[in-house]
């Protein structure tokens, strides 16, 4: 009787060490990433999908209003980006994939259940007179064990938890692109703006010199040539007004789209592009070890490659042969058949693939391959990086020196240089040419002072974006 128990219960202590040690897989969060801006919070894995539902449900209302218009100040279009954005929207759910990835590689392979029946009499029954058989009833349940003897499950968890890593890096790095695009697209509106209001100053200025031409020549003070050349500069200027419109609408659509919305809800923005203490620029170096800390496509590739090292472990654990015990009852119909009484009985067993051609040799290589490719793209990361950074920095410098070297009062005194020959010009002392031409000359300078202090903030924001964190206020 012992000898019949004894193996039933090692058996049973068996499988409770295999299910208790797979029950042992706690939930796992990715390793978090610096900040891209200080302002902008990085959503976490469990938390962002209720931010995200930034756009409130709509209800259709059947008396049209008004649509008044979103206005956004630089840290409430980052915001919005942030959980509105499609594209970050849709890039966060790599991680949701990631994390189911990790779900399957942690579960353990399902029982195998038997049941069936043998030495069934076929044409006629049998008996003590006509033996045969006996029928029997099979039952068993088998389940591989591989996966706990070779570590093939431990092995598939360590790549699946590498997987979140890197979808988690690169949701950051979408982030990092996203935002740094959003403040590039609403420092483009604030330019678009300060030039449409330039070009439609000047165009008040030629309408006001035009009346005054206009009152001249009724008075024979000068001839009709005057007001036709007036006129076609102020054609000139409605071209321009034209122009600088369109170029609004393409930096607001920009913006929009970043901000994702979809609906026709203009939109403003608020801000200034004044620098009132500009910020010295950073060296090379110190650019490319910042990047380096803080970089998270950086941060993907490195785990990229340990992740080609863990999938190699994986591929070789999955060489190993594949093991499978089973166990059963079995039930024997012999009163009728042979004239014993029926009787129970157990077996046991083990099922082995020997992997004596197929070892995983393709598998193996290609994940050793990976391994090598990895290494490349890191050091290809790297290289381009150091132009990045030269570039950006470069960029950055020049738009600094442009800044600190503009005279605050050439345009006030480009300013004060044509209002004086207007007068001048309405008192009879100057000619029109001169007028034109201090008109322009006020023109080119004022655009000038826009470009410089938009190009600072272009560049300071994406050196910062180069770097993968805000360093530069």
């Given amino acids: 009787m012992n000898r019949i128990i004894k193996p039933k219960r090692n058996l049973i202590g068996l499988f409770s060490l295999v299910f208790l040690n797979a029950c042992g897989m706690q939930e796992y969060k990715p390793v978090p990433l610096p900040i891209y801006t200080q302002e902008a919070k990085l959503p976490g894995v469990k938390s962002f999908p209720e931010e995200k539902q930034a756009l409130p449900e709509q209800k259709p209302n059947p008396i049209p209003k008004k649509i008044q218009p979103q206005e956004f100040n630089l840290n409430q279009a980052v915001q919005t980006a942030l959980k509105a954005d499609p594209v970050i929207l ?14 399957t590689a942690g579960l353990l392979p399902n029982p195998d259940f038997s049941a069936g029946g043998s030495l069934i009499p076929l044409d006629k029954r049998f008996t003590v007179d006509r033996q045969g058989g006996p029928p029997q009833i099979d039952i068993g349940i088998a389940m591989p064990i ?19 890593d890197i979808a988690s890096a690169d949701f950051a790095n979408t982030l990092r692109l996203r935002i740094a695009g959003t403040i590039s697209a609403f420092y ?8 449409l209001e330039l070009a439609q100053e000047n ?3 030629l309408l006001k010199m035009e009346q005054i031409i206009l009152n001249r020549v009724s008075l024979g003070g000068v001839g009709t040539i005057e007001a036709d050349r007036i006129r076609l500069s102020i054609f000139s200027s409605h071209r321009d007004i034209h122009a600088r419109e369109l170029e609004l609408i393409a930096a607001l659509n920009q913006l929009r789209s970043l901000l994702g919305i979809a609906d026709d809800i203009p939109i403003t923005v608020k801000g200034t592009l004044e620098v009132e203490s500009p910020v010295k620029p950073l060296s090379i170096d110190t650019a490319f070890k910042l990047a380096e800390e803080n970089r998270p496509d950086l941060v993907s590739m490195q785990r990229q490659l340990d992740k080609a090292g863990a999938d190699i472990a994986l591929q070789e654990s999955k060489a190993y042969p594949q093991v499978t015990p089973k166990i059963g009852l079995t039930r024997q119909f012999q009163q009728q058949a042979i004239g014993f009484p029926d009787a129970n009985s157990w077996g046991a067993g083990v099922d082995v693939i020997v992997p004596l051609f197929d070892r995983n040799q393709g598998n193996i290589a290609k994940a050793k391959s990976v ?3 990895s290494q490349f793209n890191l050091q290809l990361q790297y290289v ?16 600094y020196q442009i ?8 345009l006030e005194a480009a300013k004060n240089v044509r209002d004086k020959i207007n007068q001048a010009y309405a008192l009879g002392g100057k000619t029109l040419i001169e007028v034109l031409d201090a008109q322009r000359i006020y023109l080119e300078t004022y655009r000038m002072h826009i470009n410089g202090r938009s190009s600072y903030w272009h560049s300071l924001y994406q050196l910062n974006a180069v770097i993968g964190k805000e360093i530069l206020r």
């Fill in 90 to 103: 849709a890039a966060f759910e790599s991680i949701n994939q990631a994390e189911a990835d990790l779900i």
């Fill in 146 to 164: 591989d996966w706990f003897l070779f570590g093939k499950r431990t092995a598939a968890i360590v790549s699946g938890r590498l997987g979140v």
């Fill in 188 to 195: 483009s509106v604030l330019e678009a703006q300060a030039m």
């Fill in 203 to 205: 165009q008040d200025n």
């Fill in 371 to 373: 391994l090598s490719q």
């Fill in 384 to 399: 381009n990086l150091r132009s990045e950074i030269d570039q950006a920095v470069n960029t950055f410098a020049s738009a």
């Fill in 403 to 410: 800044l600190i070297n503009d005279d605050p009062g050439q």
